[in-house]
């Protein structure tokens, strides 16, 4: 007898926050401004979720992978336990893990401070939890608090917790590793299809993501991910960068694996999975949810203000403010001591960006895009930050929106083959379009909605390429080297004018580079 199909929910990233934590003063207000995350609002917007998913009647399983409160403060465990157990006696079953938020950095505001206030420590995490699937398992991994449950006839999850590896990353140990190879072995001696999750990506959801954001991808995630997919696992449910998105790679064995990232669901885009696991077809089906549980506000319009405002900060602080661009940046895993140290370079650049608009990008890349005026006098007095700005919220929220006949995306790719143009005759191998091309348009998997066939890779759609390349880069290297020979007499002033503002920016900011 065929293995019916199995619906289920996942969720990720809840960051649970209390109003008992703050929500106002000038050292809230100051983390806020950096924050893709409502947390104002946050337990309003977990409340409608859950409210929405007990009344889903396609499923009663929830999966959650990690973050489940903001920083771990044990009064936020015990509201949000409290919620999860509304969940169960709704006729859910409900499976977690957990993940770095959840334990040791507990801070509440008042005023101008941030105060410490007690957080659980991550051995108070089994117990804690210990009733939303470690009680139900099949087996249970006490070094890294993964185990393994049956959800119906025929599927069994794999919630494997990656908060340790032993090495000071995300990740799993070597002794990790192997019992979660002799749980895989034994799940397919019993015909069992797999339904893993985990927090930390496996695979960068962009190439931007992956330049900016490594050190945020789980410990050791090339190798792990080659090992799932020539172990026969196909696909696995991940969390954390809070980007919505589905990606995959071919092992070197010809094995095909999906990273499936929910974003998180106090902040935008706000949305959770609908996931339908066929065993017989060997398919995995998945839709993204808005929340749309009635409140007192509109919750989709204060998500988009929340990261709208925060983005803008950013650019904002570029501008004007290297130590606040320095916090605001960790947003989008940028390090604060790179910022620190380049942020001055970065400052007059942000200050000219924050100034410029469409219309002059278009006219600069008229010989690659073949544009007219009127072809982009719609946009041509948006600002390049505000196209910015989209492209980030099109990051996080999937699904990049400007197809290839767009003038959007005809004036950025013309724009990246004069960089790309440049880079060519200076002998530079790398080039920026692909880096910067999937914040544009999303040429592969659909990231809100997908039937992924876990037996190939995907066969991706082909398009017609709509803009030429340019052939400017000589000419802007000879212009640039003519500009190099009127000024090779101040080169060595310019050399200690760079170095200066390199000692004095270090000599400026050393306890925080330290730090």
Not at 24 to 48: F, H, I, T
Not at 171 to 190: L, T, V, Y
Not at 233 to 241: K, M, P
Not at 403 to 424: E, F, N, R, V, W
Request: hydrophobic letters at 40%.
């Amino acid at each position: 007898m065929p293995t019916k199909p199995l619906h289920f929910i996942v969720i990720s990233d809840t960051h649970y926050y209390s109003k008992r934590l703050g929500t106002e003063g000038r050292a809230y207000e100051l983390d806020n401004q950096k924050s893709q995350k409502l947390l104002a609002r946050a337990e309003e917007a977990l409340r409608a979720a859950f409210a929405q998913i007990a009344k889903d009647g396609r499923s009663d399983i929830v999966l959650l992978s990690g973050d489940v409160v903001n920083n771990g403060e044990m009064f936020c465990h015990e509201e949000i336990i409290a919620l999860l157990r509304e969940l169960q006696e709704a006729g859910k079953r409900v499976f977690v893990i957990t993940a770095t938020h959840d334990y040791d950095e507990g801070h509440i505001y008042e005023g101008d401070k941030k105060i410490q206030t007690p957080s659980a420590k991550r051995e108070d995490l089994r117990e804690l939890y210990y009733e939303f699937g470690p009680a139900q398992s099949l087996a249970y991994h006490e070094e890294s608090y993964s185990y393994v449950a049956q959800l119906a006839e025929g599927y069994r999850l794999f919630a494997l917790n990656d908060d340790k590896n032993g090495e000071g990353r995300s990740g799993f140990s070597r002794e990790a590793i192997a019992w979660i190879k002799e749980q895989i072995d034994d799940a397919q001696a019993n015909n069992q299809m797999i339904i893993p999750m985990t927090h930390h990506p496996v695979i960068a959801p962009s190439p931007f993501y992956a330049m900016i954001g490594k050190g945020d991808m789980m410990g050791g995630h090339e190798t792990f991910r080659e090992q799932l997919a020539d172990w026969g696992i196909s696909f696995l449910f991940t969390g954390h960068t809070h980007i919505q998105d589905i990606s995959f790679i071919v092992s070197e064995q010809g094995n095909v694996f999906y990273d499936v990232s929910t974003p998180s669901l106090v902040g935008y885009p706000g949305t959770y999975r609908h996931a339908i696991a066929d065993k017989n077809a060997n398919t995995l089906a998945i839709t993204a949810e808005h929340i749309t549980e009635p409140l007192d506000f509109d919750l989709q319009e204060a998500f988009e203000s929340q990261f709208f405002g925060m983005v803008r900060d950013v650019i904002t602080a570029a501008a004007t403010s290297v130590p606040r661009f320095s916090e605001m940046a960790r947003a989008f895993s940028i390090k604060p001591r790179m910022s620190l140290r380049f942020g001055w370079l970065l400052k007059p650049l942000a200050k000219w960006l924050t100034r410029l608009k469409i219309g002059k990008i278009a006219k600069w890349t008229k010989a690659e895009t073949g544009l007219r005026p009127e072809d982009y006098s719609h946009i041509k007095e948006d600002t390049v930050v505000d196209f910015i700005i989209s492209l980030v919220m099109r990051l996080f929220g999937g699904d990049a929106p400007y197809t290839p006949d767009t003038p959007q995306y005809k004036i950025a790719i013309g724009l990246l083959h004069i960089l790309d143009s440049l880079l060519k005759i200076c002998g530079v191998k790398f080039k920026v379009r692909p880096l910067v091309e999937p914040l544009l348009y999303n040429a592969g998997i659909c990231d809100a909605e997908a039937v992924l066939d876990l037996s190939g890779p995907p066969v991706l759609p082909e398009f017609e390429e709509t803009v030429r390349e340019s052939r400017k880069g000589p000419w802007i290297l000879a212009v640039a080297v003519l500009l190099l020979i009127i000024l090779l007499p101040l080169i060595p002033v310019i050399a200690l004018c760079v170095c200066i503002g390199f000692l004095v920016n270090e000599l400026r900011f050393w306890r925080k580079i330290r730090n």
